[in-house]
């Protein structure tokens, strides 16, 4: 469970935009996720009506499965392309407009109104800007995010849901020797260490 060269490993949010603009998108899934629908009973808890989190949301098909189902629709996304490709593959109406509180940042919203992708780094946002969450779907956030930034981010995904929320998360399993991520290898004993 050695991390490899992994540790000190840095993809800059340069990286990704480019990754989004040459198509090298292979971490994106065109159907819904099947461990999604798995443990969908977990995420909703029985309950209906939820703000449900999609952290470095990429155009994730599962979040227009969510909202058609009655949720509320939230995710982040350092790449508009991604935001706006996510709109026009579902036909999905949007307005798009500035997020105050962030310089640079944009706010896409669903013309229905509950879908709403931020276009800004997931450090600048806050539970002020975006509220809290019932639930968290983490499919490819924590194995994207840089490996010395770990805590950074479970600090604020900590700070942005609610008390009883759900937190589904998704990690991959390899030798990271023979891949230097990402996706990055999270070991057990480091989410634990994270989330509890």
């Known amino acids: 469970s050695d991390v490899g060269s992994q540790k000190e490993r840095v993809v800059t949010e340069e990286e990704w935009l480019q990754k989004w603009e040459m198509g090298n998108i292979g971490f994106h899934k065109e159907q819904r996720h099947p461990l999604l629908q798995k443990y969908l009973d977990v995420l909703l808890n029985g309950r ?94 924590l194995v994207a995010v840089n490996p010395r930034d770990r805590q950074r981010y479970a600090s604020l995904m900590f700070s942005l849901v609610e008390k009883n929320s759900s937190y589904l998360l998704v990690t991959v399993s390899y030798d990271p020797n023979k891949h230097k991520g990402p996706p990055f290898y999270v070991p057990d004993s480091e989410i634990k260490s994270l989330f509890g």
């Open 48 to 141: 209906s009506g939820l703000r449900i989190f999609f952290p470095l949301c990429g155009k994730a098909v599962d979040m227009k499965w969510l909202a058609d189902m009655g949720h509320s629709v939230i995710g982040v996304e350092v790449s508009e392309q991604a935001v706006k490709e996510f709109f026009s593959e579902h036909s999905l109406p949007y307005c798009e407009e500035p997020v105050p509180e962030i310089s640079g940042a944009k706010m896409f919203q669903s013309t229905s109104g509950n879908i709403s992708l931020y276009c800004c780094s997931i450090y600048d946002l806050s539970s002020s800007i975006v509220g809290k969450f019932d639930g968290v779907w983490d499919r490819g956030a």
